[in-house]
């Protein structure tokens, strides 16, 4: 009985967050009488409002492989500082030979970003942003990249106090014009 109750449990919990497989990868290990194959997966969990995480996971079947990776991604969320719909601020990160580059946009510019990187930014609840991935394409390191750039987001209101300044004159251009 108490596994049913788990099992419930995590059905509830993963309708609060959502849950994007980003890759689905084949990978080898040669043993004595030939290959071993399983599949590493890689998933980016968030509830869209400012909190993700990212997992991977590998088993010789994929829906093991994708649960450890969520149960990953779930344990491994961080918060991500938010000014609306957008980032606060312009952003850049490398994780080994991804780079990435996270620009605040206007509302009504949509997330301009593809892949590992939009699937980061959506789960996180961004939902206006321009996006440059330079570098690596390798999704797993553009994952890992975005990630880094979201975590180094300063908030404006501790930002704003620390420099003595109001709030309004750290908020990009178009929000001042609105208020």
Known sequence: MPRRDNQNRD???ADEFDERVVDISRVAKVIKGGRRFAFRTVVVVGDNK??????????RAVPDALRKASDHARKRMKPVALTGTTIPHEVSAHFSGAHVLLKPASPGTGVIAAGGMRAVLEAAGVHDILTKSLGS???????YATLAALAQ???LELEAAHRGKDVKALMP???KKNG
Do not use: C, E, I, T
């Not at 394409?137 to 994952?143: S, T, Y």
């Open 50 to 59: 400012g909190h993700v995480g990212v997992g991977v996971g590998k088993s």
């Open 137 to 143: 394409a390798n999704v797993l390191n553009v994952v």
């Open 153 to 155: 987001l300063k908030n």
């Open 11 to 13: 059905g509830d919990r």
């Open 173 to 175: 251009f178009w929000s």
